[in-house]
């Protein structure tokens, strides 16, 4: 059995504290979960992870670069498995869309769906996505920034971890374009009313269904096979959606 002194203990102690004090943690919105990937998911980082998959290390966006064009762009925070950002893709080959995710199935999924479909105007981002917002887009280029379902982190001592925060609202209106839209959904009430309050209070943002008001389902949302089963069990889901104002 290996042993470690307590004069050692003491030391690592010391070590850490410092550590914690000198390098502060940024408060996670997420937590990393993965599990052995399924055929698709392997077949979909081997064959089509290259082209989907984007370099952002010391990089910025560039929509020519990546696209091949300048187009609306929608950028999604944690599209979970992917497949309503996929139908979302599909649905509007007008626009661009880039997906941010940090777990790997689902990015691996997405890429496979992407794959199969050969869509052209979907590109996927491995990372933090507040990171990503401000390192990698420049401000006002975003056209939406869509939110669906994120954790709700329901836990009181866990509210600091759940993505819509004022400071947080921020950082999305500097990269928005005026008139650009943060749109989220949930299906958890409390974070729906918390939402609503930051966003409604939330300097340069109008609500598009007037103050204190939910928004209704856009057409452009697809209604996910949760959503419906939900519903058919008398569960609510609420959208919000705000504009950049000048």
Not at 124 to 140: R, S
């Amino acid at each position: 059995m290996m042993t470690t002194d307590s004069n050692e203990m003491t030391d690592l102690a010391v070590e850490s504290s410092t550590e914690k004090k000198e390098h502060p943690r940024r408060i996670m919105t997420f937590m990393r979960r993965s599990s052995a990937f399924t055929t698709s998911q392997q077949q979909g980082i081997d064959d089509f992870g290259e082209h989907y998959l984007l370099e952002t290390e010391n990089k910025r966006f560039d929509a020519l670069a990546i696209f091949g064009r300048v187009a609306p762009l929608t950028v999604e925070i944690g599209f979970g498995m992917g497949y309503s950002l996929i139908t979302m893709a599909e649905a509007a080959p007008e626009r661009d869309f880039i997906g941010i995710e940090i777990h790997p199935n689902g990015i691996a999924q997405i890429c496979y769906e992407a794959g199969q479909k050969q869509l052209p105007n979907l590109r996927i981002i491995d990372g933090d996505a507040l990171l990503m917002l401000e390192n990698y887009f420049a401000d006002n280029s975003i056209d939406t920034v869509q939110l669906y379902f994120a954790d709700p982190w329901p836990k009181k001592k866990h509210h600091k971890r759940r993505f819509v925060q004022t400071h947080n609202m921020q950082l999305i209106r500097q990269k928005l374009k005026v008139g650009g839209v943060f749109h989220a959904a949930t299906d958890w009430e409390h974070y729906a009313q918390w939402m609503l309050e930051i966003l409604d209070s939330a300097e340069g943002f109008s609500n598009s269904a007037g103050h204190g008001n939910f928004a209704e389902r856009p057409n452009f949302r697809p209604l996910t096979k949760f959503e419906v089963r939900g519903q058919n069990l008398g569960h609510g889901v609420w959208d919000v959606l705000f504009r950049k104002e000048l």
